[in-house]
């Protein structure tokens, strides 16, 4: 999913390895059983699979590729995406900067280092640390680098994750940074969905798959383990465990200046979580609502963000609110008579993120959609906020801060505005300065924003953004592509994309972006109008964006087109199969589409906090409903939707779409797929791939609304 990677969704975004069991036709615990001609798309690994695939890949490419605007739109998609003058985003490690760097040259990508000095200079010299292009070439390999993860404060030495083919599905190996060399008798683990955290230079928090009984139900570590240097990974000690029908386990240490405390986190379902201070020996729960998405420690505080209304015996905090307990009277019975709230919303904002450095808090703010920053600090033992000053009306997102000093790297971006780098190191200050600024990719220089709201069945008004050339005819003629996300808490906000500029904006297209109910624009509450029961919630917002940019004549049928990836993808599934006589092209990515089956295939029992449980013949029946796989009609008038996945996808499987596809086919529909071999959730391993990806999707786009 690409929703925000909060402490909560580490385990939720690890891998989803195909199940055995589920390509047998046998529903996994919680699965209904369904009559599916097509279960045997789901195994990847099936002979008929594959030429189902090369089937579909030919005739898709054939099609798209063969079109002179392929080579046109892969030129221009190159020379954006493989940019040298892109903004190399920091990582502040220590006294040092780290960056992930891919370009024409390095396909895999280089991690490398310079000062902080160095790094604020128009051309920064780098040193290089690792090159995943000469590892995969020594090793024979096709490792796609997924992170690291380094001991503070010296950040030396580290773990370096990879992934083959970009799977969630990791390895983890020990690297020494200063020399440049693995540890090769160091902590390195064998490609799993694993969690792995330092605790010093000789200790790991570690979660894997150590076996039956060491995994929950959604494929997710039930263990936190203690692992020692130089003793085997099998004789890790645990020190908690959870049940089997937990989502996951996590265990970390915060490495604050003022105290390295221990936590561990019991997921119950994606929303809801036990967290747990722990000193080595016990374990004790901190005293919030298991629905609170904690932030971690500052200064003696625990930080956590309400996604309920939450009622104690002197007051009620309202959902939204991030509020703070002292460590100190965690297990005290007075702990929530010490509740201090940091920051609370209004009926217009929402809070985004938040990150800590030594002295002070950044949090990221929307209101109405539109990013605003706060700087928090403790002062005379209370929280005191300054509104910091940054542009307005677009997206800022925090970049990297740093535990054990003051800097702060955030970015912000609009639909016209490149994106700018801001920095700064001074607690006090109430603005900061640019040091980074991504050169134009495309003429904005008669590029309108407008922001309007559209009525949905049950009367809520769903903003959404339209991005045109100036002097657009409002007679319906103008190709559109609409987007939406509509899950998880996750918020969609003007962003800068020299993609979308380039080869669609000046080629006379409208873009829209709606922030339709299920995500987190307005906060706790947005999200929760579409959980589970409420799930057609979020579709009657996105039908309704869809008829308003027609009633406004901004679009038509004929001209409008829509793409969703994910939990997206389901979202244009749902859209096409429900009201196929508003669209006339479907770009749908990487998604879930039999809803019916969804908790069958790894992780998919973690979302049922979102989509709510198959299994329970309520739900069933509900989920039915909209459920894509499921509606596809023989007759029904469906836009010819261009599917587009990956081999390696171990999030999503694949199958959903392949499944989906085919039954298309059998029923007389016109359909395209195009299914990487490699890439993961996101669809490309690298920026070639990237490339190709956005080509043949635009092609598509052009060939069903501009033609």
């Given at each position: 999913?690409?929703?925000?990677?909060?402490?909560?969704?580490?385990?939720?975004?690890?891998?989803?390895?195909?199940?055995?069991?589920?390509?047998?036709?046998?529903?996994?615990?919680?699965?209904?059983?369904?009559?599916?001609?097509?279960?045997?798309?789901?195994?990847?690994?099936?002979?008929?699979?594959?030429?189902?695939?090369?089937?579909?890949?030919?005739?898709?490419?054939?099609?798209?590729?063969?079109?002179?605007?392929?080579?046109?739109?892969?030129?221009?998609?190159?020379?954006?995406?493989?940019?040298?003058?892109?903004?190399?985003?920091?990582?502040?490690?220590?006294?040092?900067?780290?960056?992930?760097?891919?370009?024409?040259?390095?396909?895999?990508?280089?991690?490398?280092?310079?000062?902080?000095?160095?790094?604020?200079?128009?051309?920064?010299?780098?040193?290089?640390?690792?090159?995943?292009?000469?590892?995969?070439?020594?090793?024979?390999?096709?490792?796609?680098?997924?992170?690291?993860?380094?001991?503070?404060?010296?950040?030396?030495?580290?773990?370096?994750?990879?992934?083959?083919?970009?799977?969630?599905?990791?390895?983890?190996?020990?690297?020494?940074?200063?020399?440049?060399?693995?540890?090769?008798?160091?902590?390195?683990?064998?490609?799993?969905?694993?969690?792995?955290?330092?605790?010093?230079?000789?200790?790991?928090?570690?979660?894997?798959?150590?076996?039956?009984?060491?995994?929950?139900?959604?494929?997710?570590?039930?263990?936190?383990?203690?692992?020692?240097?130089?003793?085997?990974?099998?004789?890790?000690?645990?020190?908690?465990?959870?049940?089997?029908?937990?989502?996951?386990?996590?265990?970390?240490?915060?490495?604050?200046?003022?105290?390295?405390?221990?936590?561990?986190?019991?997921?119950?379902?994606?929303?809801?979580?036990?967290?747990?201070?722990?000193?080595?020996?016990?374990?004790?729960?901190?005293?919030?609502?298991?629905?609170?998405?904690?932030?971690?420690?500052?200064?003696?505080?625990?930080?956590?963000?309400?996604?309920?209304?939450?009622?104690?015996?002197?007051?009620?905090?309202?959902?939204?609110?991030?509020?703070?307990?002292?460590?100190?009277?965690?297990?005290?019975?007075?702990?929530?008579?010490?509740?201090?709230?940091?920051?609370?919303?209004?009926?217009?904002?929402?809070?985004?993120?938040?990150?800590?450095?030594?002295?002070?808090?950044?949090?990221?703010?929307?209101?109405?959609?539109?990013?605003?920053?706060?700087?928090?600090?403790?002062?005379?033992?209370?929280?005191?906020?300054?509104?910091?000053?940054?542009?307005?009306?677009?997206?800022?997102?925090?970049?990297?801060?740093?535990?054990?000093?003051?800097?702060?790297?955030?970015?912000?971006?609009?639909?016209?505005?490149?994106?700018?780098?801001?920095?700064?190191?001074?607690?006090?200050?109430?603005?900061?300065?640019?040091?980074?600024?991504?050169?134009?990719?495309?003429?904005?220089?008669?590029?309108?924003?407008?922001?309007?709201?559209?009525?949905?069945?049950?009367?809520?008004?769903?903003?959404?953004?339209?991005?045109?050339?100036?002097?657009?005819?409002?007679?319906?003629?103008?190709?559109?592509?609409?987007?939406?996300?509509?899950?998880?808490?996750?918020?969609?906000?003007?962003?800068?994309?020299?993609?979308?500029?380039?080869?669609?904006?000046?080629?006379?297209?409208?873009?829209?972006?709606?922030?339709?109910?299920?995500?987190?624009?307005?906060?706790?509450?947005?999200?929760?109008?579409?959980?589970?029961?409420?799930?057609?919630?979020?579709?009657?917002?996105?039908?309704?964006?869809?008829?308003?940019?027609?009633?406004?004549?901004?679009?038509?049928?004929?001209?409008?087109?829509?793409?969703?990836?994910?939990?997206?993808?389901?979202?244009?599934?749902v859209a096409f199969t429900q009201n196929p006589e508003l669209y006339r092209a479907v770009v749908c990515e990487s998604a879930l589409l039999d809803m019916i089956r969804?908790?069958?295939?790894?992780?998919?029992?973690?979302?049922?906090?979102?989509?709510?449980?198959?299994?329970?013949?309520?739900?069933?029946?509900?989920?039915?409903?909209?459920?894509?796989?499921?509606?596809?009609?023989?007759?029904?008038?469906?836009?010819?939707?261009?599917?587009?996945?990956?081999?390696?996808?171990?999030?999503?499987?694949?199958?959903?779409?392949?499944?989906?596809?085919?039954?298309?086919?059998?029923?007389?529909?016109?359909?395209?797929?195009?299914?990487?071999?490699?890439?993961?959730?996101?669809?490309?391993?690298?920026?070639?791939?990237?490339?190709?990806?956005?080509?043949?999707?635009?092609?598509?786009?052009?060939?069903?609304?501009?033609?």
């Amino acid at each position: 999913m690409n929703f925000r990677l909060s402490i909560v969704a580490v385990f939720v975004l690890a891998s989803c390895a195909s199940n055995p069991s589920a390509q047998r036709g046998v529903a996994s615990k919680g699965a209904p059983l369904m009559n599916d001609p097509y279960i045997s798309l789901e195994d990847s690994t099936n002979a008929d699979t594959k030429a189902f695939v090369v089937r579909q890949n030919e005739r898709s490419t054939k099609r798209l590729e063969t079109d002179a605007r392929y080579k046109t739109f892969a030129e221009q998609a190159r020379a954006i995406v493989t940019a040298e003058d892109r903004i190399p985003m920091p990582r502040v490690r220590g006294k040092k900067i780290r960056n992930f760097w891919q370009d024409k040259t390095h396909k895999r990508g280089i991690l490398r280092e310079t000062t902080f000095a160095e790094y604020q200079k128009p051309r920064p010299k780098w040193d290089l640390i690792l090159d995943i292009d000469a590892l995969n070439a020594a090793e024979g390999k096709s490792w796609v680098y997924q992170g690291a993860s380094c001991l503070e404060p010296d950040n030396d030495v580290c773990l370096i994750e990879l992934s083959d083919g970009g799977r969630d599905e990791s390895v983890h190996r020990e690297f020494r940074v200063s020399s440049r060399t693995w540890i090769t008798d160091g902590f390195n683990l064998p490609a799993a969905k694993s969690n792995v955290t330092w605790i010093d230079k000789d200790t790991l928090f570690v979660g894997t798959d150590f076996g039956p009984g060491s995994t929950t139900t959604s494929g997710y570590p039930r263990q936190a383990r203690v692992w020692k240097r130089g003793t085997p990974l099998a004789d890790s000690k645990i020190v908690f465990e959870g049940s089997n029908d937990d989502v996951s386990v996590y265990a970390w240490r915060s490495f604050r200046p003022e105290a390295q405390l221990m936590f561990i986190l019991q997921g119950l379902n994606f929303f809801e979580a036990k967290v747990f201070l722990f000193d080595g020996t016990k374990t004790t729960q901190l005293p919030f609502p298991t629905t609170a998405d904690f932030q971690g420690d500052f200064q003696g505080q625990l930080i956590a963000k309400l996604r309920e209304d939450w009622k104690t015996p002197s007051k009620t905090y309202n959902a939204g609110a991030v509020i703070s307990i002292p460590v100190a009277s965690v297990a005290k019975s007075d702990a929530l008579s010490k509740i201090e709230v940091l920051w609370e919303p209004d009926a217009s904002s929402a809070f985004s993120e938040m990150s800590r450095s030594k002295s002070f808090i950044t949090i990221s703010l929307l209101r109405d959609v539109k990013g605003e920053l706060r700087r928090v600090s403790r002062v005379g033992g209370k929280w005191a906020t300054t509104k910091v000053t940054l542009p307005k009306d677009g997206t800022i997102g925090l970049v990297d801060t740093n535990d054990y000093d003051d800097h702060v790297f955030l970015t912000y971006e609009s639909f016209g505005v490149p994106t700018s780098l801001y920095y700064t190191s001074n607690a006090k200050a109430q603005a900061m300065k640019v040091v980074k600024r991504l050169p134009a990719k495309y003429d904005a220089s008669g590029i309108v924003v407008e922001q309007f709201r559209s009525t949905s069945a049950d009367g809520t008004q769903i903003p959404y953004f339209v991005v045109h050339k100036a002097g657009m005819k409002l007679d319906g003629s103008n190709p559109t592509l609409l987007y939406a996300y509509g899950g998880f808490e996750s918020s969609e906000t003007p962003f800068y994309s020299g993609v979308i500029g380039k080869l669609w904006l000046e080629n006379g297209g409208v873009y829209a972006l709606a922030n339709i109910r299920g995500g987190g624009e307005y906060g706790p509450r947005w999200h929760r109008a579409a959980l589970k029961e409420n799930r057609q919630r979020a579709y009657d917002d996105f039908a309704s964006v869809a008829r308003d940019l027609q009633t406004r004549g901004i679009t038509s049928p004929r001209r409008l087109g829509i793409q969703g990836g994910s939990n997206g993808g389901l979202l244009v599934g749902v859209a096409f199969t429900q009201n196929p006589e508003l669209y006339r092209a479907v770009v749908c990515e990487s998604a879930l589409l039999d809803m019916i089956r969804y908790t069958a295939m790894p992780p998919g029992a973690s979302w049922i906090g979102e989509y709510g449980d198959p299994a329970d013949p309520k739900m069933a029946a509900i989920i039915a409903k909209y459920s894509p796989y499921q509606n596809v009609r023989p007759g029904a008038q469906y836009p010819e939707v261009f599917f587009h996945i990956s081999t390696a996808d171990d999030r999503v499987q694949p199958g959903h779409t392949r499944k989906m596809m085919a039954r298309l086919e059998e029923m007389g529909h016109p359909a395209l797929m195009y299914e990487n071999t490699e890439g993961g959730h996101g669809g490309a391993a690298d920026l070639e791939e990237r490339v190709k990806k956005i080509s043949l999707e635009h092609v598509y786009l052009f060939q069903k609304l501009v033609d």
